[in-house]
């Protein structure tokens, strides 16, 4: 192994918070089933029921709003599969409207609804990846059932602005939801504020185990469950409690919530001594994304001339942990449909490195990256055929 | 480091050394080549440049340039390598099967897309016999890329057409995957298939 570790992948998934890995572990010490009614399973119950509290208090949501997920994709297969269900097909609405820089979890999903047959409306974005609010105001009429606007795009951190999104919703009378996943923990969320129907969040994008996740549903709507077969949830999702990755995210909300502002400050300082390092250390390069309305620890790069695949893996040999665009790295043919979505050439999506940066990033680290980086970059660029 | 480090990961040893230390890189600008091949392209992900040097019919110098992957890198150098020696006839049926068992395998969805440099050896030979005025004995026997993303070539296409698999232009991108990436083949590759159409099915 190299002699560093420098993760800055958080967007893909973050590191256990110490704190709450420890939770986490007691968790296991709590053996019963929360819905069991004997001493053991109250016990499981009262841990489970506080992690609630703390991970609706995260998105500015009650309690008894929140839903326990296996994570985000779960969360968001959850809302889609809705458009099957009683609620629309009484009230004639059958359409899903989502944006064409979705995740897969939702990209994926209405693909194949519209393979069978639902009425699909993919609304683009700008080369900022800002969505197109006019298309979506043009879109939104009465067959629309579901609207479905990410919070805070995971490739390239571009921040929607769902307030808007919902008020279009509620003006053609859809349903709102949106994926918060990369944005819960890292800005500022209130569900009731956003005036949202649906939100989904994951632990380990926020420092809680992977395989945990929420779904807030709001208040008094009747939706039917997507894993049946048990009581949990209201109903709403059957399935024995997981109590430590439920306690893990409890404990990781909370700390998330209370370190905000502090955190968020923090993390964009470091993102920003990156870019400013990078564009002043390294000739011709292209950030990615919303200048301003970006997630505070996302950063993606595009090097022209420098494959993404080479340059991560370079820079994997340093100990410095990104991620990349590149059709290469992923398995298929083709690079990130997000930044070929925001007008990024091909050219330019197949060199684009993703940094995001966390908490438990350094100055120190971002000096390390900015030391390793421009060879690297130089040394794939002398040997391109650019 | 240890060398288990990437190797556990996607590559083996040998890939992970000629990416980390490639082989005959071209570095110099006026680098007098008797032969130049340049196949694929970046909006493709993978680019290669090959330059040789032939004396008496044989490749005494084998330079490159790459932009691509670590694969693509990997086995440019690997072929720059294998090609040094060989007469231009024995360089020519090179494939990127013999390129990949050199390098002790690689991962299946990069054999296609990012192992090139067998393709930029033969457009440097074609180029070499080019600028000699010489008859090209070699082209004939040789099937041509017609979609560099996927790999795809005329004679593929050819086989498909005359084993009534393929009869429209959608049907052909369903089988290979053809022009479905970059998509700047799709027009030669729709003159083709009305080529091959035209004599084995109507």
């Known amino acids: ?386 | 480091m240890s060398d288990s480090f990437i190797h556990d990961w996607v590559y083996t040893d040998t890939v992970k050394d000629h990416f980390m230390n490639p082989r005959n890189i071209l570095q110099d600008p006026d680098y007098k080549e008797d032969g130049k091949g340049i196949v694929g392209s970046m909006a493709c992900g993978d680019q290669m440049l090959v330059a040789i040097k032939i004396e008496s019919d044989t490749i005494i110098e084998c330079k490159w340039k790459t932009y691509g992957c670590a694969s693509a890198i990997a086995s440019t150098s690997m072929m720059s390598e294998m090609a040094v020696g060989m007469t231009i006839a024995e360089a020519y049926n090179m494939t990127p099967q013999m390129i990949t068992d050199k390098l002790g395998g690689l991962p299946q969805h990069k054999f296609h897309c990012s192992v090139l440099g067998d393709k930029a050896l033969r457009a440097a030979i074609d180029d070499y016999l080019e600028r000699q005025k010489r008859d090209n004995p070699f082209k004939a026997g040789i099937a041509k890329i017609i979609c560099e993303c996927k790999g795809v070539t005329d004679q593929q296409i050819e086989e498909l057409v005359k084993d009534g698999v393929v009869k429209t232009m959608e049907q052909l991108q369903e089988k290979t995957g053809l022009g479905t990436v970059c998509g700047k083949c799709k027009s030669k590759a729709v003159d083709l298939l009305d080529e091959f159409l035209h004599i084995y099915a109507r």
Request: with cysteine; net charge negative.
């Open chain 1, 1 to 386: 192994m190299p002699e560093k570790s420098i993760y800055m992948d958080n967007n893909a998934t973050t590191t256990i918070d110490p704190v709450v890995k420890e939770a986490v572990l007691k968790g296991f010490d709590l053996p019963g089933n929360a819905s069991s009614m004997h001493g053991p399973g109250r016990a499981a119950s009262a841990a489970v029921e506080r992690a609630r509290i703390q991970t609706a208090r995260l998105i500015g949501a009650d309690p008894e709003e929140i839903i326990f997920t296996s994570g985000g994709s779960e969360s968001n297969n959850t809302v889609l599969n809705l458009i099957y269900s009683n609620m629309f097909t009484e009230n004639g609405r059958n359409r899903i409207i989502t944006s064409s820089i979705e995740h897969p979890s939702i990209n994926e999903t209405v693909k194949v609804f519209r393979n069978n047959g639902v009425p699909v409306t993919i609304i683009g974005v700008d080369s900022n990846g800002k969505l197109d609010m006019e298309a979506l105001r043009r879109e939104a009429s009465k067959d629309v059932a579901i609207i479905s606007i990410m919070t805070a795009n995971n490739e390239i951190g571009t921040i929607q602005n769902v307030l808007e999104a919902a008020k279009i919703a509620v003006s053609c009378g859809a349903l709102m939801h949106t994926d918060a996943v990369q944005a819960a923990g890292k800005i500022a969320l209130d569900v009731h504020n956003l005036n949202v129907d649906f939100a989904s969040i994951s632990g380990h994008k926020l420092h809680a185990p992977k395989g945990i996740g929420a779904l807030y549903i709001r208040k008094g709507l009747n939706i039917e469950p997507l894993i049946r077969g048990g009581h949990q949830e209201h109903g709403l999702r059957a399935g024995t409690y997981n109590t430590p990755g439920i306690i893990g995210l409890g404990a990781a909300a909370e700390i998330a919530y209370n370190e905000l502002t502090e955190s968020a400050g923090y993390i964009s300082n470091l993102r920003d001594k990156l870019r400013m390092g990078i564009e002043s250390l390294i000739p011709n390069v292209h950030v990615n994304g919303h200048p301003m309305e970006v997630l505070p620890g996302t950063l993606n790069v595009s090097f022209p001339g420098a494959e993404g695949e080479s340059i991560l893996l370079y820079l994997d040999m340093e100990g410095i942990s990104v991620s990349t665009g590149s059709a290469c790295a992923t398995g298929s043919l083709e690079p990130s449909y997000v930044l070929i979505e925001t007008g990024v050439g091909p050219e330019l999506a197949h060199g684009s490195i993703r940094f995001s940066l966390g908490k438990f990033n350094t100055e120190e680290e971002v000096a390390y990256v900015l030391k390793k980086l421009p060879p690297v970059i130089k040394r794939l660029r002398e040997m391109s055929t650019l």
